[in-house]
């Protein structure tokens, strides 16, 4: 423990954003860091808990307070040793996660809890500013082959894990850049793409093979995939969820990860026919999770009119729920930067139906205010307000509903059983799908989720398959009780 008392000396301080007036004209990061003497004393905030609770809310285990505490030492490189025993890709969680461990820090229950997220990232960007994350290739090679489908954090997870246990790996992408949802689901101004470059440099170093514009099943034969000794799916959850509403089809009306995609793909210069842009447009982003936010942020740099965000479910407390108390992920409302930057928020608002003039394109939404009934032991019932009905103007609606699970060209193709809910299956804890060498992590297997669950998938799974192909692994794992408590 760095300072018995440094929870008691110091506040919570994290970093801090540039103004909005300024952020909003550009898609580049807007943070602003602590310095080195605020984010050590950061560090000290930390108890050193007997049971570390932050430890158990991190889907990846993460040494908590093992790297506070060399913070507050000072001692930088032991910090990073510590935090990528545990997690590959630390940028992008430091970034993007939501942060579960905070959630269930123990200080939590008395003060703000210890800034975990931003710590970590500190450690890592002050890791690769000192050169001290290098290649590490293996030392000697084992000759079997891995196949790694989709590039996503699930995918690169479990390519550096399988590389560096020695096997040769080649990881396939269908679109023309890795990284998945990080690359062109996730704005520039929530992570620089370059912090994913950084990364791919260093795999590639370390001697795993990347393939874009490889879209397996499609343009590439699944039957090619018999060439290797083990295959990992990591394709991702990407069915969009659409709205049964007449208008649906109206030119306006565009889904959010074209919407995002485009921007993306604009910005590094890559072609795109038709951009859909919100410049001078009245917007309406339906959905209020992560990716509406995420429009709402892009719909204000692009120059929008007016930003709107429906959302059907209720608008939730802005304190912790009693019905998820301390440590467990709090349903709380949540009010991202990009909302900040401007937008009208709405809960209990449902679509009705596109307004379209003579050539079909969108001019207005009509919508009802909604309440939920809840009848114990029965799906709660959407009820209609009589009387709320409302017309907005609108030139552009942008589609934020989340999606319904994977794509299922993989499944027909290679013949994997899917679930109930259409992802990919694979017996509990193994990662292992009903065809011996063929393994699935991430979104695939678990549907929509986070980045730290995407890259914890890669890692376990990675283990499995070199259990599989050598009959042991010296992969590290999370402690399996640590998996059977992650508290979300
Ligand atoms: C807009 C948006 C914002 C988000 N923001 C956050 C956030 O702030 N924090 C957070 O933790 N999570 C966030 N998420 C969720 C997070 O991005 C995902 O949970 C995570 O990326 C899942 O990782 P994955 O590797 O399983 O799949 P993905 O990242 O979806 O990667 C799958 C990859 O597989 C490729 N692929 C699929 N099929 C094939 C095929 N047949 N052949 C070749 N390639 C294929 C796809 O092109 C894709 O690149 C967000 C999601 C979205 C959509
Ligand atoms: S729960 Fe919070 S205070 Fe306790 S060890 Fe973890 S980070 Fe430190």
């Known amino acids: 423990m760095g300072k018995v008392t440094g929870f008691k ?3 919570r301080q994290n970093e801090t954003y540039t ?21 050590t004393k950061q560090g000290s905030r930390c108890m050193d808990c007997g049971i570390p609770f932050c430890h158990s809310g991190c889907p990846l285990g993460n040494l908590i307070p093992d790297f506070n505490h060399m913070v507050h030492q000072g001692e930088w490189q032991k910090a990073s040793w510590i935090l990528h025993s545990t997690n590959n890709f630390p940028e992008f969680t430091g970034r993007l996660c939501p942060a579960p461990c905070e959630q269930s820090c123990v200080l939590g229950l008395i003060e703000d809890p210890v800034s975990i997220e931003n710590i970590e990232k500190m450690i890592v960007e002050r890791a690769f500013k000192e050169g001290w994350i290098k290649p590490q290739p293996p030392k000697t090679r084992t000759g079997k082959t891995i196949a790694i489908v989709g590039s996503g954090p699930a995918g690169l997870a479990a390519a550096q894990q399988l ?3 020695g096997h040769t790996v080649t990881v396939f992408e269908r679109d023309d850049e890795i990284g998945g949802l990080l690359r062109y689901g996730i704005p520039n101004f929530k992570m620089e793409k ?24 499609v343009n590439y034969d699944v039957e090619e995939l018999k060439a290797f000794n083990a295959v990992v799916l990591c394709g991702g959850a990407t069915e969009r969820r659409s709205l049964p509403t007449p208008g649906i089809d109206a030119d306006g009306v565009v889904q959010a990860m074209d919407f995002l995609t485009q921007q993306t793909k604009v910005l590094f210069g890559k072609k795109v026919e038709n951009q859909v842009l919100a410049t001078d447009k009245h917007v309406i982003v339906i959905g209020g999770g992560d990716t ?6 892009t719909s204000n740099r692009q120059g929008a009119k007016s930003v709107v965000n429906f959302e059907i479910m209720p608008k939730p407390p802005g304190h912790r729920s009693p019905t998820t108390p301390w440590p467990f992920w709090p349903l709380q409302l949540k009010t991202s930067s990009s909302h900040e930057e401007g937008v009208e928020r709405n809960w209990l608002i449902n679509t009705k139906e596109f307004i379209t003039d003579e050539n079909n394109k969108l ?19 959407l009820i209609e307000i009589e009387g709320t009905e409302k017309t907005w103007p609108c030139d552009l609606a942008l589609l934020a509903l989340g999606f319904t699970g994977p794509e299922n060209t993989l499944a027909d193709r ?3 059983k899917t679930d109930a809910r259409s992802n990919y299956k694979a017996a509990y804890g193994k990662y292992q799908t009903n065809i011996p060498n063929i393994f699935t992590a991430g979104d695939m297997r678990r549907g929509q989720s986070l980045i730290v669950w995407a890259i914890s998938e890669g890692r376990e799974a990675a283990r499995q398959v070199d259990i599989y192909l050598m009959g042991k692994s010296d992969l590290p794992t999370k402690d399996e009780a640590g998996d059977l408590v992650a508290l979300h």
Request: proline share 5%; net charge positive.
């Open 363 to 381: 001019t207005a939404l009509k919508t009802v205010n909604v309440e939920w009934k809840m009848v114990p032991g029965e799906r709660p019932q």
């Open 194 to 217: 370059e912090i994913i470059d950084r990364r791919l440099r260093i795999l590639e170093a370390e001697g795993i093979t990347f393939k874009t514009n490889v879209n397996v099943g």
């Open 292 to 297: 509406g936010s995420d429009c709402v942020g």
């Open 163 to 165: 590389n560096r246990a």
């Open 19 to 39: 103004p909005v007036k300024d952020r909003v004209k550009h898609y580049k990061e807007f943070t602003v860091p602590l310095s080195n003497e605020e984010i």
């Open 414 to 416: 290679l013949g994997i």
């Open 9 to 11: 000396e110091f506040k």
